[in-house]
């Protein structure tokens, strides 16, 4: 039977007509249409004729799993304490643990991991001396009788992504590209990760972020072939965070739209059917310190658009974390944010849910658009690491974030609980709102000009 028999189609033309008709001389554009940080201008309404020479369409975005990782991720403070907050984490519903900061002894890992089956969880070290925590995992493995084949999870650090928030390497440049060689052949679990929402976290756009973390990755992929890695062994040990902030649609479209850059820069060099692994962080750009219970609202929304984009694993910002340490309390909201989304509404039920819809599979076309041009730029203009000594991609990102915190300020840009609907009973916490931060936990608020050594800067002198 079919329903739609009786009911004519009506086109694009036909609901403009309408929509202008109802508008009685007001500007179309001025009136419904919105531009937005990327430049995209957003029509208020998508039909079939909005996926004419769609991108998007021809790719098959799904997640090989048809779900995804509840990651709970652990500071390294103290030993005891941090394996204490992971079996807490296991047995309330995550099923994957990533520990960050340094190990610096067997006894310490053996601590860390005391009570937790590796074989039934994701496990992921995020930590400045991988091959060191390496050595101490593989020797904890084999000491407990662990099948190595059967763990999954990483062993990683973001070499670029940290110099742009210090603005210094870790040792130095030729140090550091060596470090991350030598640990590639040594482990089957991924080895580099890409602070994707380290862009987020500092006022990038949609279209920055994914342009950014895709040359930062081709970057490791040029660094590491120097060195004797094969670029399908680079793309197969990469883990990209990505940020996602609140605005729903476009966080859906930018995991969409990245996978299909992945796609087209994996082509390039030969290489076929290597799926980026994302895991998804909610930013705490706009994670306040006033009226705070309203960021479980952000981060709900947020954790949607991550899974319903197709993310691999997804941690949730306490919502707290902006004026003090993440409490049992606070830890168990976010992470139940998850499993209701998994367990009560059977979001990893579907694969791809957002295939078809007119509006985000045009979003993610003009995010690929947008990306991929931003993209090229960088790489006619010298590669990732170049366009960060010169600080191109900070300036960038700086001059939109700075545009951001002045709409924020004067009212044109709105953020529940921060400038719109303020609590003014409420006593000021510690720290303020995103728009002032006062250190790098509160938000990370600019990337640092990198800092070339003073042999270096007298070279390029010579050479001039």
Same mark, same amino acid.
């Given at each position: 039977?079919?329903?739609?028999?009786?009911?004519? !189609?009506?086109?694009?033309?036909?609901?403009?007509?309408?929509?202008?008709?109802?508008l009685k001389g007001k500007d179309f554009i001025e009136t419904l249409v919105w531009n937005t940080d990327e430049d995209i201008d957003v029509q208020p309404f998508y039909n079939a004729e909005s996926l004419k020479d769609n991108?998007?369409?021809?790719?098959?975005?799904?997640?090989?799993?048809?779900?995804?990782?509840?990651?709970?991720?652990?500071?390294?403070?103290?030993?005891?304490?941090?394996?204490?907050?992971?079996?807490?984490?296991?047995?309330?519903?995550?099923?994957?643990?990533?520990?960050?900061?340094?190990?610096? $002894?067997?006894?310490?890992?053996?601590?860390?991991?005391?009570?937790?089956?590796?074989?039934?969880?994701? #496990?992921?070290?995020?930590? !400045?001396?991988?091959?060191?925590?390496?050595?101490?995992?593989?020797?904890?493995?084999?000491?407990?009788?662990?099948?190595?084949?059967?763990?999954?999870?990483?062993?990683?650090?973001?070499?670029?992504?940290?110099?742009?928030?210090?603005?210094?390497?870790?040792?130095?440049?030729?140090?550091?590209?060596?470090?991350?060689?030598?640990?590639?052949?040594?482990?089957?679990?991924?080895?580099?990760?890409?602070?994707?929402?380290?862009?987020?976290?500092?006022?990038?756009?949609?279209?920055?972020?994914?342009?950014?973390?895709?040359?930062?990755?081709?970057?490791?992929?040029?660094?590491?072939?120097?060195?004797?890695?094969?670029?399908?062994?680079?793309?197969?040990?990469?883990?990209?965070?990505?940020?996602?902030?609140?605005?729903?649609?476009?966080?859906?479209?930018?995991?969409?739209?990245?996978?299909?850059?992945?796609?087209?820069?994996?082509?390039?060099?030969?290489?076929?059917?290597?799926? !980026?692994?994302?895991?998804?962080?909610?930013?705490?750009?706009?994670?306040?310190?006033?009226?705070?219970?309203?960021? #479980?609202?952000?981060?709900?929304?947020?954790?949607?658009?991550?899974?319903?984009?197709?993310?691999?694993?997804?941690?949730?910002? !306490?919502?707290?974390?902006?004026?003090?340490?993440?409490?049992?309390?606070?830890?168990?909201?976010?992470?139940?944010?998850?499993?209701?989304?998994?367990?009560?509404?059977?979001?990893?039920?579907?694969?791809? #849910?957002?295939?078809?819809?007119?509006?985000?599979?045009?979003?993610?076309?003009?995010?690929?658009?947008? $990306?991929?041009?931003?993209?090229?730029?960088?790489?006619?203009?010298?590669?990732?690491?170049?366009?960060?000594?010169?600080?191109?991609?900070?300036?960038?990102?700086?001059?939109?974030?700075?545009?951001?915190?002045?709409?924020?300020?004067?009212?044109?840009?709105?953020?529940?609980?921060?400038?719109?609907?303020?609590?003014?009973?409420?006593?000021?916490q510690n720290c303020n709102l995103h728009l002032e931060p006062s250190d790098k936990k509160t938000s990370i608020n600019r990337l640092q000009q990198v800092n070339i050594p003073q042999k270096l800067t007298q070279q390029k002198?010579?050479n001039a």
């Amino acid at each position: 039977m079919n329903l739609f028999k009786d009911f004519k !189609p009506v086109s694009h033309q036909e609901w403009l007509d309408k929509i202008n008709q109802d508008l009685k001389g007001k500007d179309f554009i001025e009136t419904l249409v919105w531009n937005t940080d990327e430049d995209i201008d957003v029509q208020p309404f998508y039909n079939a004729e909005s996926l004419k020479d769609n991108l998007s369409q021809g790719f098959n975005l799904t997640n090989n799993a048809n779900d995804w990782e509840i990651r709970e991720q652990i500071e390294i403070k103290a030993i005891k304490e941090a394996n204490k907050l992971a079996l807490n984490a296991l047995k309330a519903g995550a099923n994957s643990l990533q520990f960050n900061g340094n190990i610096n $002894s067997q006894k310490e890992m053996n601590e860390l991991l005391a009570g937790i089956i590796l074989d039934l969880i994701h #496990i992921h070290f995020y930590t !400045p001396t991988p091959e060191q925590t390496f050595n101490f995992f593989t020797t904890f493995v084999e000491s407990n009788n662990i099948e190595k084949s059967t763990l999954k999870g990483s062993i990683s650090y973001d070499y670029l992504g940290e110099l742009l928030i210090s603005g210094n390497w870790k040792t130095d440049e030729k140090a550091d590209f060596s470090a991350l060689f030598n640990i590639q052949n040594k482990t089957n679990l991924n080895t580099i990760t890409i602070r994707g929402d380290y862009y987020t976290n500092a006022g990038a756009t949609s279209a920055q972020e994914i342009a950014y973390a895709a040359s930062q990755a081709v970057e490791y992929i040029h660094q590491l072939s120097e060195l004797g890695i094969t670029p399908e062994k680079v793309m197969n040990n990469i883990t990209f965070n990505l940020g996602v902030n609140s605005n729903y649609f476009f966080e859906i479209a930018k995991i969409r739209a990245f996978k299909i850059l992945w796609s087209l820069v994996t082509k390039e060099y030969g290489v076929n059917n290597v799926s !980026p692994y994302i895991h998804a962080q909610t930013t705490i750009y706009n994670i306040a310190a006033q009226d705070a219970q309203t960021n #479980i609202l952000r981060t709900t929304t947020e954790g949607m658009s991550a899974v319903l984009g197709g993310c691999n694993s997804l941690s949730i910002t !306490p919502f707290n974390f902006a004026y003090e340490n993440p409490s049992d309390f606070t830890l168990r909201v976010a992470r139940n944010i998850q499993i209701i989304i998994k367990e009560e509404a059977y979001l990893n039920k579907v694969n791809d #849910i957002a295939k078809g819809s007119y509006y985000i599979e045009h979003l993610t076309d003009e995010l690929v658009a947008k $990306s991929l041009t931003l993209f090229k730029e960088i790489e006619v203009n010298g590669g990732f690491l170049t366009n960060i000594k010169n600080s191109t991609i900070q300036n960038n990102i700086h001059s939109v974030n700075a545009n951001k915190e002045t709409a924020y300020r004067n009212g044109s840009r709105f953020l529940l609980g921060v400038n719109i609907h303020i609590n003014k009973m409420e006593t000021p916490q510690n720290c303020n709102l995103h728009l002032e931060p006062s250190d790098k936990k509160t938000s990370i608020n600019r990337l640092q000009q990198v800092n070339i050594p003073q042999k270096l800067t007298q070279q390029k002198a010579v050479n001039a």
